[in-house]
């Protein structure tokens, strides 16, 4: 075909130059003509001759003019093409879109939309424009965030994060109350916290603790991956973020909340040490059961310090960090019947715990073989949950007890405020069992004997008190307080103002052999060679309403001139008897004249060398009545005081703390003191008098089976308080019991008669006090091996007081404390009570001494002006002395009231105190 081609025609004397020249009027260097100028040929427009060559060839110019318009910016023939450009040669410009022949586009700092497109095309940015955006938002972020964590400050720990219990412990070091705060916290130091337990919670919770900023992203893309799977998990919060959740933020799920979670995180991570975080976390992390804090949890769970911990009971408290509802094996149905079953809990806290040990293995911190070694042991059951113990019961006596002691004992000026804020560990002397069958011998007498409804005159506001001290330590064992500590607030253990009565005479007896009785041709100021030391065997006249003289035998009178007649038990008189069986029938009017014949001041020195105190609770020992008890001692006085003869002198004064621990940190230990009272020869020779008491006087229900028993009964003026105190050589115990009139709070609250109380006629040492003295006695001392008493070695002469004369050098008539072969004549009616001896026996023509059976003989006297004192089983004019009984702990600051006076009376008011020893 290209042969028939027409060829194409050259121009008008031009040739090639011609075409040249076409096109380079179509490449638009001067194609573009005026705006708004309209031109009627392409002639016309441009002022120039149309080229040579015809249509064809500047058609073809055109076109190529056209393309290069459009990549270029539109020149052309005409200004850019046929359809775009400004016109197509010949009808000028204006109808396309081109824009004839413009410079190229500007671009802007911020290309966009962009310059040089076209369409959709000018609204996709570019990757330069994406990269800067990014860039450009990432620097503001991190502007913005290095912003905050300048502003942002670091909140103080929460106070209920810091919040602590303090927590009593028995004798055993079993928990007995957690008390005096709202959280069960015991905070402790980091190197106090054992590894194994650092080491559990690290590789379960947080692996990279020890080297994250406190915040761990990749840890918490583990555990979304781990949770999409349904495999175990670390937390997706680190150790740090949960510390910084848990004890300085509200607990509000808020976005506002979460951003200063973080921003806290970040500062506490860098400014805080890793222990002390670790130290804070686990001291404040809930652990369940009320234990907030491992030390806590580990004394819930395991009964034992965190410290004493192993790396399998460890792995088990750091499961219950995951959710203890869901992972304390004794369950949680109160909250969820379902899923929180016991059955359910202990399942899944054997596979938490067996994949934290696993977890611990790949983390180099627990070695394989230990793992297998706990494996094979199997998983560390906890101990079964116990019932907090409330403050009701004995439990609030004991913590009254024990906090008085601590306070009042302490070097390191502890106050009450300070034990108040809680954190303080107090390992007592209480023995849980011993204190569990006081009271329940005390509740066999209430529920079998005292009815105030059945006698609302006579068994309305009977109290009991009671304490039972190991004579060997001081250590007090157990108490009777009353019946609850949360509606009776007088701890009855401790000085109430009930007067002691006859078991105030062995001290009379003590002082007598230790200082002995005063020459009558001495004077007042005669030096101590000048005394006779006193023997058990001395006699004195036992005659009722005797008339009590000096020690230079003036008859003694008040302040308003009237003399002193003693009453006895019953207004009985019993003639010259020895002081050992004045002691046993329990005879007033001897111990008065030789409590006069020693001096009343030495009798005082005994009594407080012995283990009583100097306060108000000692009576006015001016007077005779003071020899018979007119003081009012605590129960856990008179145990300890009992218990240095029982050690043969030595006096340890009672106490019912053994040691205070603050955080872990041991601040208080009890200091044992032992001091010597008493010869061993005086103290032995007085457990002997006060053995026979119990074997063949007043105190025979008293007895224990196969055990050496010593004691003494005491009753007081018209029956207003009965005591017995005993003791073994394991064991001193003292029982009280009194009744006050019926307004509890009252200041001034006055003893009443007991005459009718029990259904008995007179209340006396021999009846219910050594009724609760026995049953307690001879449960506490269960399992023990009987002990026996030392032989008394012969002490002091033989001296006459009280009117009773010296015998004639002829055989004496008095009967020998020597035993003789010969059996007495009167025969034991009780199996277990050995045969007196002769000195003891009583005439074929005293009947009231053949009968009398530890209980007959007591009794009240009716005496009235002219007698007084108090006695075992009543004597003289009536007491008037009013007393309260609020009281915290033995041995402090005690305001008891008014003290004896020159009638024998004089109860007191005491209120909450604490001493040197509980």
Same mark, same amino acid.
């Given at each position: 075909m290209s042969e028939h081609r027409r060829k194409t025609q050259q121009p008008q004397g031009g040739g090639r130059a011609a075409a040249r020249r076409a096109a380079q009027s179509s490449s638009g260097r001067r194609a573009a003509p005026s705006r708004g100028v309209t031109s009627e040929s392409?002639?016309?427009?441009?002022?120039?001759e149309s080229p040579y060559g015809g249509r064809a060839e500047a058609r073809r110019a055109a076109q190529r003019g056209g393309r290069r318009a459009a990549e270029g910016g539109g020149a052309g023939y005409g200004g850019g093409g046929r359809r775009r450009g400004g016109g197509d040669g010949r009808e000028g410009p204006g109808r396309g879109r081109g824009r004839g022949n413009q410079p190229p586009a500007k671009k802007r700092f911020i290309d966009y939309p962009r310059a040089g497109k076209y369409g959709a095309r000018r609204w996709l940015p570019s990757w330069k424009l994406v990269s800067g955006l990014c860039i450009g938002f990432l620097g503001l972020l991190m502007g913005f965030a290095g912003l905050a964590y300048a502003m942002v400050g670091t909140p103080k720990v929460k106070d209920?994060?810091?919040?602590?219990?303090?927590?009593?412990?028995w004798a055993d070091n079993t928990q007995m109350v957690a008390t005096g705060g709202g959280t069960n916290r015991q905070i402790i130091d980091y190197s106090q916290i054992p590894a194994a337990m650092r080491n559990a919670v690290i590789s379960a919770e947080n692996k990279s603790f020890e080297t994250d900023s406190g915040i761990d992203p990749m840890g918490i893309a583990r555990a979304l991956y781990n949770m999409a799977k349904g495999g175990e998990t670390q937390g997706g919060s680190t150790i740090t973020q949960q510390y910084v959740k848990n004890s300085r933020l509200s607990q509000d799920q808020t976005l506002s909340r979460k951003f200063e979670e973080l921003f806290i995180t970040l500062k506490v991570g860098k400014t805080m040490d890793k222990k002390d975080i670790m130290a804070d976390y686990l001291n404040i992390s809930y652990y369940g059961r009320g234990a907030s804090g491992i030390q806590a949890a580990a004394r819930t769970y395991y009964g034992k310090d965190a410290r004493k911990l192993d790396a399998s009971q460890c792995a088990f408290l750091a499961t219950l960090l995951k959710g203890a509802t869901y992972y304390d094996p004794a369950g949680a149905p109160e909250y969820d019947p379902i899923q929180a079953t016991p059955a359910k809990n202990l399942d899944r806290a054997k596979k938490r715990w067996a994949w934290i040990l696993e977890e611990e293995v790949k983390d180099g911190r627990l070695r394989a073989e230990d793992r297998q070694k706990f494996l094979k042991q199997g998983f560390p059951m906890p101990d079964s949950p116990k019932k907090g113990a409330e403050l009701g019961g004995q439990i609030g006596y004991l913590v009254d007890l024990a906090k008085a002691n601590f306070l009042n004992n302490n070097d390191r000026d502890i106050t009450a405020d300070k034990l108040a804020q809680g954190g303080y560990e107090i390992h007592t002397t209480f023995v849980k069992s011993k204190v569990d069958k006081l009271n329940a011998a005390v509740k066999k007498v209430y529920d079998n004997k005292i009815k105030p409804k059945q006698r609302p005159t006579t068994d309305t506001h009977v109290q009991f008190g009671g304490a039972s001290v190991d004579p060997n330590t001081g250590a007090i064992a157990a108490i009777y307080g009353g019946q609850n500590a949360t509606t009776h607030y007088t701890n009855n253990a401790d000085t109430t103002g009930a007067q002691v009565g006859s078991t105030f005479k062995p001290f009379v007896l003590t002082a007598a052999m230790e200082y002995g009785k005063r020459d009558p041709a001495g004077g007042p100021d005669?030096?101590?060679?000048?005394?006779?030391?006193?023997?058990?065997?001395?006699?004195?006249?036992?005659?009722?309403?005797?008339?009590?003289?000096?020690?230079?035998?003036?008859?003694?009178?008040?302040?308003? !001139?009237?003399?002193?007649?003693? =009453?006895?038990? &019953?207004?009985e008189s019993r003639g010259n008897i020895t002081l050992r069986e004045?002691?046993?029938?329990?005879?007033?009017?001897?111990?008065?004249?030789?409590g006069m014949d020693v001096g009343t001041d030495k009798v005082k020195e005994v009594a407080i060398a012995a283990g009583l105190r100097d306060d108000r609770s000692m009576a006015d020992s001016t007077v005779p009545s003071f020899s018979i008890g007119?003081?009012?001692?605590?129960?856990?006085?008179?145990? !300890?005081?009992?218990?240095?003869? =029982?050690?043969? &002198?030595?006096?340890?004064?009672?106490y019912s703390v053994e040691e205070v621990k603050y955080r872990g940190e041991v601040i208080y230990q009890h200091k044992k003191v032992n001091k010597r009272a008493f010869d061993p020869a005086i103290a032995d020779n007085v457990t002997d008098v006060l053995k026979n008491v119990v074997e063949k006087g007043t105190g025979t229900p008293a007895q224990l089976p196969g055990r050496d028993v010593a004691g003494k009964t005491g009753t007081t003026d018209d029956n207003k308080s009965a005591w017995f105190v005993g003791y073994t050589p394991q064991l001193s115990t003292a029982i009280s019991m009194y009744r006050l009139d019926d307004n509890e709070k009252h200041k001034n609250r006055k003893f009443e008669k007991m005459y009718g109380t029990g259904g008995e006629k007179t209340i006396h040492g021999a009846s219910f006090p050594a009724q609760i003295w026995h049953d307690y006695m001879i449960e506490a001392l269960k399992g023990s091996t009987p002990e026996t008493f030392p032989k008394p070695e012969p002490w002091g002469d033989t001296v006459y007081g009280g009117g009773a004369k010296s015998p004639s050098p002829t055989p004496s008539d008095v009967p020998s404390e020597t035993p003789s072969s010969t059996p007495s004549t009167t025969p034991s009616t009780t199996p277990s009570v050995p045969t007196p001896d002769p000195s003891d026996s009583c005439g074929a023509w005293d009947w009231n001494c053949q009968n009398n059976n530890g209980g007959t003989n007591s009794g009240t006297d009716t005496g009235g002006g002219t007698t007084s004192g108090t006695t075992d089983g009543g004597t003289g004019s009536t007491d008037t002395g009013t007393t309260t009984g609020t009281s915290a702990a033995d041995g402090g600051t005690t305001d008891t009231g008014g003290n004896g006076n020159g009638n024998g009376n004089g109860n007191g008011s005491g209120n909450i105190f604490g001493g040197p020893a509980g």
């Open positions: 392409p002639s016309d427009s441009y002022g120039e209920a994060a810091k919040a602590e219990n303090n927590v009593y412990y005669q030096v101590e060679s000048e005394r006779t030391q006193v023997s058990p065997k001395s006699i004195y006249n036992a005659d009722d309403m005797l008339k009590i003289k000096k020690y230079n035998g003036e008859v003694w009178t008040d302040e308003n !001139g009237k003399e002193w007649l003693q =009453a006895n038990d &019953g207004h004045a002691m046993q029938w329990s005879a007033n009017a001897p111990y008065v004249q030789l007119t003081s009012q001692p605590s129960a856990i006085r008179m145990a !300890g005081a009992y218990g240095t003869f =029982a050690t043969s &002198g030595m006096q340890r004064d009672p």
